[in-house]
């Protein structure tokens, strides 16, 4: 698991694992949850994450260059667009951890 990306709003908190692609909401109503609560699978590497206005979760797939809506409430994934030239090429997988969206790292020569 690598989460990288948190999203809060209300008491809300939310989080994608860059590694295997699924988003969690692991605070419900300002309580943290003893069991994280699935809202998203199938992603690319997300990394950034943001509560639309609309309650549903902006998320960045970083490697594939898209920007996807997730809606929390049903697990649904729609993209909202591609061909974004976001993702860091030059990481290998998998990455150490502490990477975001335009970070890049190159192994030592």
Known sequence: MIPI?????????????????K????????LPLATPILVGQGL???EGLAV???????VVESMADRLSRVNPLTGQVATVAEG???????????LPPGPSTGWQWAPPE
Request: negative net charge; aromatic residues 8%.
């Open 52 to 58: 639309d206005r609309d309650g549903s979760l902006l």
């Open 84 to 94: 974004l030239l976001i993702g860091a090429e030059t990481i290998p997988a998998p």
């Open 23 to 30: 988003v969690w909401q692991i605070v419900v109503d300002g």
């Open 5 to 21: 990306g948190l999203a809060a709003v209300n008491g809300n908190l939310w989080v994608s694992d860059w590694y295997t692609g």
């Open 44 to 46: 690319t590497n997300p």
